[in-house]
């Protein structure tokens, strides 16, 4: 999980930080879409939610506050990337850490492409609900 004071120091964070109530794990979350550019602006698209301690009909857990976070890099630095052809892909573990002047995301996946990408900014924008 990401420090609380790195995901404050980040444009988005705060927003994303007050959705939830606390700082999102974003296991089993939906990465969307990935594009990287070398010039502009690289995005991430996932779609996450809250697991609740309630089950439907059929006995899964029900989930509420569906949002789709757009992560936006700036400046990118660094990339490195698994299993690239299998998106969209299933995020198990998720992370931003302060690392060379900027931010690194890693993230592992259940299924799916993982990664590390390094960049000098990065902006969360929150779109509540399902994709």
């Not at 606390?22 to 969307?32: C, I, S, T, Y």
């Not at 996932?46 to 009909?57: G, I, L, S, Y």
Request: charged share 20%; hydrophobic share 45%.
């Amino acid at each position: 999980m990401m420090p609380e004071d790195i995901l404050h120091s980040i444009p988005g964070g705060a927003a994303l930080f007050d959705w939830f109530g606390h700082v999102p794990r974003f296991h089993d979350a939906e990465l969307l879409d990935l594009v990287l550019s070398s010039k502009g602006a690289s995005t991430l698209r996932v779609h996450t939610w809250q697991m609740t301690n309630q089950t439907d009909a059929q006995g899964y857990y029900v989930l509420d506050k569906h949002v789709v976070v757009t992560i936006t890099l700036q400046r990118m630095t660094h990339v490195a990337l698994d299993d690239f052809d299998l998106l969209p892909g299933i995020i198990y573990g998720f992370e931003i850490t302060m690392a060379e002047g900027g931010y690194q995301l890693t993230w592992d996946a259940s299924y799916g492409v993982s990664g590390l990408l390094r960049a000098k900014q990065v902006r969360l924008d929150l779109a509540p609900g399902k994709p």
